[in-house]
């Protein structure tokens, strides 16, 4: 007789879009928890996470689960249960939801700045990074996208060229070289126009 896997969760509480974002990349639910997710596929998060647990303490703040709007439980080994703990301390919660919020802003700068650079509206363009990767209205909205694309576009630092530039002149090297070999552009001709590139 086959008997159901006991697992073992610890609640994070975070924010809604790092929620969808965790669903979305480590889902791993099943009928009792269907928002559960897992890190064993990602090593690196996986020791983040473990590292962060804590067992039950009186001088440990846990579970301030009331300043969050989503709580999401991820899985531990049981191993970890016993060993290392189930808590989740507010310090370590807010170090660990910084860390995801970091990288799924990554994630947003990077498609927005890519596809404007190319010259599509922002509006649509965001709207597309929704669909895209999952963020509804109710877990990320486009308001609150817009605002922290905006944020984060004041906070880079001031190149000489921008992202656009750098897109066109990549495609105008591969446009040269092509045309070099086939011999619409020399050799000499090719140094001399890639000078005039950067």
């Known amino acids: 007789m ?6 073992y969760f610890v609640y994070l509480a975070c924010k809604p879009y790092v929620k969808q974002y965790l669903i979305n990349n480590y889902g791993d639910g099943d009928s009792n928890n269907p928002d559960a997710v897992s890190f064993f596929c990602d090593k690196e998060l996986q ?4 590292s962060m647990l804590r067992k039950p303490n009186d001088n440990l703040r846990c579970f301030s689960l009331v300043r969050s709007h989503a709580v ?3 899985e531990i080994r049981k191993d970890d ?7 989740l301390p507010d310090a370590e919660s807010a170090l660990f939801c910084s860390f995801i919020e970091a990288k799924i802003k990554l994630l947003m700068c990077t498609y927005i700045d890519t596809h404007v650079a190319i010259g599509l509206p922002i509006a649509s363009v965001i709207r597309n990074f929704q669909r895209q990767y999952d963020f509804p209205e109710d877990s990320w909205s486009y308001d609150t996208i817009r605002r922290e694309y905006n944020r984060k576009k004041h906070v880079k630092v001031k190149e000489d060229r921008n992202l656009a530039d750098e897109f066109f002149q990549k495609i105008n090297k591969i446009l040269m070289l092509n045309l070099s070999e086939i011999g619409t552009i020399t050799a000499k001709g090719f140094e001399r126009y890639e000078k005039h590139l950067f």
């Open 47 to 50: 020791n983040r996470f473990r």
């Open 2 to 7: 086959i008997t159901k896997k006991e697992r």
């Open 81 to 87: 249960f016993y060993r290392r703990g189930f808590m």
């Open 72 to 74: 999401v439980p991820i």
